[in-house]
């Protein structure tokens, strides 16, 4: 079993930064493929930005520019470090490991981004 753990939300206004962290349970980190996604209430969870364990990403057209993803295979921890927020980014941010056929969420981070 993997837990995940993320940190680093919080109310920021438009136009500033936060950055996230997803703290992986095991070493074994290192070959899952690692994504941040991201909800708001009544709508379906959505990919913001995903980092395989070779550093290859991918991001969502809404974020490309403003948002990186990277990763520390000896912390078992990856990071979303956003930018340039604007109010509609506000929403829960997951993180996700995946190598199939195992999958594990985390419990989520709040983002709010508000004047």
């Known amino acids: 079993q993997v837990q995940l753990v993320e940190s680093g939300g919080g109310l920021v206004q438009p136009g500033g930064s936060l950055r996230l962290s997803c703290a992986a349970s095991r070493t074994i980190f290192t070959t899952y493929i690692m994504g941040w996604y991201r909800q708001t209430p009544g709508e379906q969870r959505e990919l913001v930005a995903s980092i395989t364990s070779s550093g290859y990403t991918l991001y969502a057209d809404s974020v490309k520019g403003r948002f990186t993803i990277s990763r520390d295979n000896r912390r078992s921890t990856v990071f979303l470090q956003m930018d340039s927020l604007k109010p509609g980014d506000t929403a829960a941010y997951y993180c996700?490991?995946?190598?199939?056929?195992?999958?594990?969420w985390g419990q989520g981070t709040q983002v709010t981004v508000s004047s």
């Open positions: 996700r490991a995946t190598k199939s056929p195992e999958d594990y």
